[in-house]
């Protein structure tokens, strides 16, 4: 039994195929990544696992149990985090609230024990701050840790929400091209996390990225779409020389 | 300026900060309880006013301020909880009794209403519960067994527990009292993880979703309590009237409503107090301020409309807040005092968007 698998899966909005009959398996414990030119189908197929989008047909398998067709909110509640490629902070919060919501799938507590704060809630919230004050050092993000993320400028905001999926508990983690608006001074940074998300955390993780050097440094398979299509699956050396892709990203010589 | 030094986790959880805090929310419950025993009958009456919209504020911040969902048609939840409490106190039930079903029924009718909210947003929202509050407008106006029509409803004063309400200053303990524990509850709500689930709503359902926020379920709780307490304040308001008719639940009141949390100040509960003292002044401000307007002026029909509008306008131009956005910024001014910059509060700018949820 795989960790995670896709299946055949195909999305078409209107008469638009965005993704068409992609397969593909991530073993526990790797960094897979999905790399293409614009409008491949990346985010798509992330939307299609976080249940946003039902495929069209196909199925995904995340460890033995088919979620295509479950309610989207349940995603988390199986240990599957994602990120956002435009970062979907809640902006109005505090970066330790941020984090505090995406401790949500591990409510212990009813509505009536928060109504009235029993001491049931008051050790529940105890807890999920001793969960998130976890990541906030792992992450080091305790110069934030009380900042408006309203107010925080874009790099750090790219780590508050990979902080934010943590606090999931995740056993897969989504990552939404993790570099894009960095410098490469911080994508080199979220480089050592992605490594040491998979290494010390043993997380599995599902990467989007466009950034080469990022993929070829963290990643253990890599696969290649364009217009819907699996292009090209193996390690990052053998994607990149595929003469496929190189036409799919530079065109044939004429 | 102080700094809190923090060595548990409790500090975080707990109901004050500090016992400054604490010391001044001492107070303001010493002034409070104080209060009626220096004013005159009339304001006391005021000050029931005040209270009962802060009920209302409250139940409007927790819906708008903190889901981010808006209504134009809480004037319906109003008329149910008011009428829910004239027709129960005449077949003579115990008032805590009618409270409580006027909360309820009105809560009901708020999952009804908070079924489209699932699906609609923003203008379009605002259009549905609008028409809401239409139907339940003309369906009191028509229902005239129980409601009386259009010649009203008359109540009785409120046996409370053996002790009748019959004058403004046991009103204002009882609505004091209801206040504080309502705002408690809010509190309590806030900093749980069901009013993070909120806010999550409210700053990105795609993402709240992704955490596991089952959106359908948190949208109708909002929805549910905002509405109950609505429904409470409307019993209250029956009471306080001693005469509810149709006319008193009209758009107005539901826009007055609604404009309330946004001039009290957003996602902030101060805020909805804040709104409810703003609301009951104003037009006694205006009153007062008449005798000083040139007659040309203070004569028109429409003078206490646009005042409102104008300073409706002004807040959200440049002091989208609210009242509590300017109470924190002086506060701060203060605290820092002579180290406060002009643009300390300025917001940054918020970076692109991903796809949204329909």
Not at chain 1, 28 to 48: D, H, M, Q, R, S
Not at chain 1, 110 to 138: G, M, N, T, Y
Not at chain 1, 233 to 246: A, F, Y
């Amino acid at each position: 039994m795989s960790f995670f698998k896709a299946e055949n899966i195909s999305i078409q909005f209107g008469g638009v195929k965005a993704v068409t009959n992609v397969s593909f398996e991530v073993e526990e414990g790797e960094v897979f990544t999905i790399i293409g030119p614009n409008g491949a189908g990346k985010t798509t197929i992330f939307n299609l696992i976080s249940l946003i989008y039902p495929p069209t047909s196909g199925r995904i398998i995340f460890k033995g149990q088919e979620i295509t067709g479950m309610a989207p909110h349940r995603v988390a509640n199986l240990g599957i985090a994602r990120t956002f490629q435009n970062i979907e902070l809640f902006e109005h919060a505090t970066v330790l609230q941020n984090l505090l919501i995406g401790r949500h799938n591990h409510r212990s507590t009813s509505f009536l024990e928060e109504l009235l704060f029993l001491p049931a809630a008051r050790r529940a919230e105890i807890a999920h701050r001793e969960a998130a004050e976890k990541v906030v050092d792992f992450l080091e993000l305790q110069h934030y840790r009380d900042s408006f993320v309203a107010g925080l400028p874009y790099g750090v905001r790219k780590v508050v929400e990979l902080g934010r999926a943590l606090c999931i508990g995740p056993k897969l983690l989504l990552l939404d091209e993790p570099s894009s608006g960095l410098n490469p001074e911080e994508t080199d940074g979220m480089a050592f996390w992605i490594e040491d998300i998979k290494k010390d955390l043993g997380v599995t993780v599902l990467m989007v990225e466009h950034d080469m050097s990022l993929v070829s440094r963290v990643s253990d398979r890599v696969l290649a779409l364009s217009q819907g299509e699996m292009l090209s699956l193996g390690t990052s050396r053998e994607v990149q020389s595929d003469p496929k892709v190189i036409e799919a990203y530079l065109g044939r010589p004429e | 300026m102080r700094f809190l030094f923090k060595t548990d986790y409790d500090q975080d959880v707990r109901l004050f900060k500090d016992g400054q805090q604490k010391f001044w929310y001492g107070a303001l419950a010493i002034f409070l309880l104080g209060l009626p025993l220096a004013l005159p009958e009339y304001l006391v009456g005021q000050m029931v006013f005040i209270l009962i919209y802060s009920i209302i504020g409250l139940g409007m911040m927790l819906l708008i301020g903190f889901t981010g969902q808006i209504s134009l048609g809480h004037a319906a939840f109003l008329a149910v909880g008011a009428y829910t409490e004239a027709w129960l106190q005449a077949r003579g039930a115990p008032f805590a009794v009618s409270l409580a079903a006027a909360g309820l029924l009105a809560g009901l009718a708020g999952v009804i209403v908070g079924l489209p909210a699932l699906r609609l947003k923003g203008i379009y929202l605002a259009i549905a519960t609008m028409a809401f509050g239409f139907i339940v407008e003309e369906a009191v106006t028509r229902w005239d067994s129980v409601t009386g029509g259009n010649s009203g409803k008359q109540l009785k004063q409120i046996d409370f527990f053996g002790a009748l309400i019959d004058n403004d200053v046991r009103f204002y303990y009882l609505c004091l009292g209801l206040v504080f524990i309502i705002m408690l509850g809010m509190i309590n709500l806030m900093r749980s993880s069901t009013g993070r689930a909120f806010v999550a709503i409210r700053d990105s359902e795609i993402s709240a979703q992704s955490m596991g926020i089952h959106l359908a379920r948190y949208k109708t709780i909002a929805f549910a309590i905002s509405a109950a307490l609505t429904g409470m304040a409307g019993a209250l308001y029956a009471h306080k009237l001693q005469f509810i008719s149709p006319e008193q639940f009209n758009l107005l009141v539901s826009i007055e409503m609604a404009t309330l949390v946004f001039i009290g100040g957003l996602g902030s509960f101060h805020g909805a107090i804040f709104g409810a003292i703003f609301v009951i002044t104003l037009p006694q401000l205006i009153v007062f301020m008449k005798d000083y307007l040139p007659p040309a002026i203070a004569q028109q029909t429409g003078l206490q409309p646009t005042i409102f509008g104008l300073i409706l306008i002004g807040f959200l131009l440049f002091e989208p807040l609210g009242i509590y956005g300017r109470w924190v910024k002086i506060r701060t001014y203060f605290s820092l005092f002579p180290f406060y910059r002009r643009g300390m509060f300025r917001r940054q700018k918020t970076y692109m968007k991903s796809d949204r949820l329909k």
